[in-house]
T-cell receptor, first 110, second 113 residues
Framework: QQPVQSPQAVILREGEDAVINCSSSKALYSVHWYRQKHGEAPVFLMILLKGGEQKGHEKISASFNEKKQQSSLYLTASQLSYSGTYFCGTEPMGNTPLVFGKGTRLSVIA | KAGVTQTPRYLIKTRGQQVTLSCSPISGHRSVSWYQQTPGQGLQFLFEYFSETQRNKGNFPGRFSGRQFSNSRSEMNVSTLELGDSALYLC????????????FGSGTRLTVV
């Protein structure tokens, strides 16, 4: 079942923060996050595993709440380069196909 | 190191025709997955191959098929094309998806007229 992402779209000014949520109705083994810029391939950001810790690199981090089957992606002090569509991909069990949400379009303006 | 290569980048086909798309994964990646991306549905899983065996298949009609060769290159075929098959078809390879995720190719943009 496709996870639900919110919000569908968000516009930020440079330096502002954003949170993107991904919720599933099924128990999850892992949650992946990807970013896709217009006309380009999706790019892997990070994975959160069941029982794992919050992850992050630079100003982008994520958490995974196993009880709620929800993951959140945190973007702090946004930069113009953060613009794109963010997808979460959920995996109910190991080695099962990723099911992606419909994406959150993030636009960062100067 | 070379990324995931998909050919062709663009295709225009007529309804009823068939099409074959190709994907060359990153060297050493034995798993190849295919996704269909449309504005309305987002990324929809088609199939996954590992060491020449189909490991998983999505909910697409039998007109969609695929295969993987011994060098890990993969092809997908769509027969009897319909207008609704117009989409971006993305191939993704991985060596250990649980820890490293997918590396996607740039996709093949298929337009059915």
């Amino acid at each position: 079942q496709q996870p639900v992402q919110s919000p569908q779209a968000v516009i930020l000014r440079e330096g502002e923060d954003a949170v993107i949520n991904c919720s599933s109705s099924k128990a999850l083994y892992s949650v992946h996050w990807y970013r896709q810029k217009h006309g380009e391939a999706p790019v892997f950001l990070m994975i959160l595993l069941k029982g794992g810790e919050q992850k992050g690199h630079e100003k982008i981090s994520a958490s995974f709440n196993e009880k709620k089957q929800q993951s959140s992606l945190y973007l702090t002090a946004s930069q113009l380069s953060y613009s794109g569509t963010y997808f979460c991909g959920t995996e109910p069990m190991g080695n099962t196909p990723l099911v992606f949400g419909k994406g959150t379009r993030l636009s960062v303006i100067a | 190191k070379a990324g995931v290569t998909q050919t062709p980048r663009y295709l225009i086909k007529t309804r009823g025709q068939q099409v074959t798309l190709s994907c060359s994964p990153i060297s050493g990646h034995r798993s190849v997955s295919w996704y269909q991306q449309t504005p309305g549905q987002g990324l929809q899983f088609l199939f996954e191959y590992f060491s020449e065996t189909q490991r998983n298949k999505g909910n697409f009609p039998g007109r969609f098929s695929g295969r993987q060769f011994s060098n890990s290159r993969s092809e997908m075929n769509v027969s009897t094309l319909e207008l609704g098959d117009s989409a971006l078809y993305l191939c993704a390879s991985s060596r250990d998806r649980t820890n490293y995720g997918y590396t996607f190719g740039s996709g093949t943009r298929l337009t059915v007229v």
